[in-house]
Nanobody
């Protein structure tokens, strides 16, 4: 079975850091483009960062310089290092795996940033 399990969320203070992990199984992780997306309370889903299967990376403007996406293909895991967190970063963070014919989602992890 395909599984994507995001973890590492919780309550953090503004200005602090935390790291999210996305553990994948059931598919060829190294072949997939991986992404982090988030949904803030009352808002729509928005893309945070992408890392392609060739290692190319893209960030949405509002996280540039604060968040770092990475992947470890040997561990079938993707990460999101989040620094200088702001209250507006409060959201459920989801990981997504995508290639031409398949798109997989995990259940998400809640990050709450208090001011």
């Amino acid at each position: 079975d395909v599984q994507l399990q995001a973890s590492g969320g919780g309550l953090v203070q503004a200005g602090e850091s935390t790291r999210l992990s996305c553990a994948a199984s059931g598919f060829r992780f190294s072949s997939f483009a991986m992404s982090w997306l988030r949904q803030a309370p009352g808002k729509g889903l928005e893309r945070v960062a992408d890392i392609m299967n060739d290692g190319k990376i893209a960030y949405t403007d509002f996280v540039k310089g604060r968040f770092t996406i990475s992947r470890d293909n040997a561990k079938n895991t993707m990460y999101l290092q989040m620094n200088s967190l702001k209250p507006e970063d409060t959201a459920v963070y989801y990981c997504n795996a995508e290639e031409r014919q398949h798109s997989y989602w995990g259940p998400g992890t809640l990050v709450t940033v208090s001011s």
